[in-house]
């Protein structure tokens, strides 16, 4: 168990945020591995509702992005749209320091699934700790952690 520093909540460990208070729990060394082109991410099979909402819990950030993606959705920093898709702007969550590209990732709703594909970004896409390789899209599952360079993110679906 891991006890939280704000609450002193136990959490199972490889919490990254509290389930009590929300606050993200310290840092805790973590390991990547990459995939390759014929290896498959693990994702659960969790659907999106006809009225869901993303919740996108971001690191040391205490209230979540909720977004509603009609189709696609890049994530990103300042000057990463490109008028046809909408693009979420984290410049003020530090996503600069984090070592976030422009045009990052892509989120896309495909009928009731949602995906992330990397698009080139220059320190990478994780999705629980596997990196992922540009261009190949990945079923997103309600809880799946996400790192776009060094910005950790949990994406929950409602």
Do not use: W
Request: aromatic letters at 6%.
């Amino acid at each position: 168990m891991i006890v939280c520093n704000n609450c002193s909540h136990p959490n199972h460990e490889g919490s990254l945020f509290c389930a009590k208070c929300g606050v993200a729990i310290e840092s805790i060394a973590v390991g990547t591995t990459t995939l390759n082109e014929s290896e498959e991410l693990k994702a659960g099979s969790d659907t999106l509702s006809d009225d869901y909402i993303i919740f996108l819990h971001i690191q040391d950030v205490p209230d979540p992005i909720t977004v509603q993606i009609q189709d696609q959705l890049v994530l990103g920093r300042t000057g990463g749209g490109n008028g046809e898709i909408a693009h979420l702007n984290l410049d003020s969550f530090g996503a600069a320091e984090a070592g976030v590209s422009r045009r990052h990732a892509l989120l896309q709703r495909k009928i009731s699934h949602l995906y992330i594909e990397d698009l080139g970004s220059t320190n990478y896409t994780y999705v629980n700790d596997q990196r992922l390789p540009v261009g190949r899209q990945f079923r997103l599952s309600d809880g799946d952690m996400v790192r776009l360079g060094h910005l950790n993110l949990r994406i929950f679906f409602k």
